[in-house]
């Protein structure tokens, strides 16, 4: 993994293992708590993506490598245990151009990944369930960052 940092935004390449793990294994080793998936790009293979159909989401895996066309989201912590989630939605396309997309639920890194990420400081994601099961979003200050804002004033 190469890392480079410039105030809120974060640059990164992976080069192997699964994206969504290597992204909360980012999130957990610099120690930040919620994140904007502004862009990625790559190769991805055994992949799987989703398309949530009202009831449950109806999966696809494409063993061969795909070219990851597009990906963006949010990376936010589960409310009751603090564990870090990925909400990504990705777009592939295979050997013959043929683009496909929706939730990414998984992919390993193959050849490269380059994702940019958007750090937030004044605002914390949350996941909870809801009433059908999903992860659903909940938005929060983040106090200690308001606290110190306010200590500049």
Do not use: W
């Not at 969504?20 to 790559?42: E, H, K, P, Q, R």
């Not at 190769?43 to 949530?52: A, D, E, S, V, W």
Request: glycine share 8%.
């Amino acid at each position: 993994m190469e890392i480079q940092e410039e105030k809120d935004l974060i640059m990164v390449k992976f080069s192997e293992g699964h994206i969504i793990t290597n992204l909360s294994s980012l999130m957990d080793d610099n120690c930040f708590d919620s994140a904007l998936v502004i862009s990625g790009i790559g190769m991805l293979k055994n992949t799987t993506i989703g398309y949530f159909n009202g009831k449950n989401y109806v999966k696809e895996h494409i063993k061969d490598p795909v070219e990851l066309v597009s990906l963006q989201g949010n990376i936010a912590r589960l409310q009751e245990s603090n564990e870090v989630v990925c909400h990504l939605h990705a777009a592939v396309a295979d050997q013959n151009h043929q683009l496909k997309g929706g939730h990414l639920m998984d992919g390993e890194a193959t050849v490269v990944n380059e994702i940019a990420l958007k750090k937030l400081d004044g605002i914390k994601i949350r996941r909870k369930k809801n009433k059908m099961g999903l992860l659903e979003m909940t938005l929060h200050k983040n106090i200690q960052r308001d606290n110190t804002n306010q200590e500049r004033n």
